[in-house]
């Protein structure tokens, strides 16, 4: 029970719920590339992933000089279960929709070739 509540209490943060969903969606981001999403600052955007690693929510790795993200895959069944749901019930929301145009805009992307910038 209290491994849930901790759950939900990381997750009642705005900034971080737009993490975890982008990061649902999307595998796997670089910590540029959820800043760029987010428009958010690269120190805040680290110490929300920071507590979402805490938590047991993220689990990171370095490739390079960049750290990537994404969410546990050992986490309960439920916790999936509840983060495919809220992004069916937020994906017609339009800062979650603003979210994935700005990364899907971004253009120095890594990709083995390019760098965060």
């Known amino acids: 029970m209290l491994q849930a509540v901790n759950y939900f209490k990381c997750l009642s943060d705005e900034t971080r719920l737009r993490c975890m969903l982008l990061l649902h969606r999307e595998g796997e981001l670089c910590v540029c590339e959820i800043t760029h999403a987010l428009d958010l600052s690269q120190p805040k955007i680290s ?26 895959p050992v ?40 760098y965060c910038r």
């Open 47 to 72: 110490r929300h992933l920071a507590q979402l690693r805490q938590s047991g929510l993220l689990i990171d790795h370095k490739k390079g000089l960049w750290v990537y993200y994404k969410i546990n």
């Open 75 to 114: 986490l309960p069944e439920w916790v999936w279960t509840f983060l495919k749901e809220a992004v069916s019930v937020v994906q017609e929301n339009s800062v979650f929709q603003q979210d994935i145009l700005r990364l899907q805009k971004m253009v120095d992307r890594p990709d083995g070739e390019n």
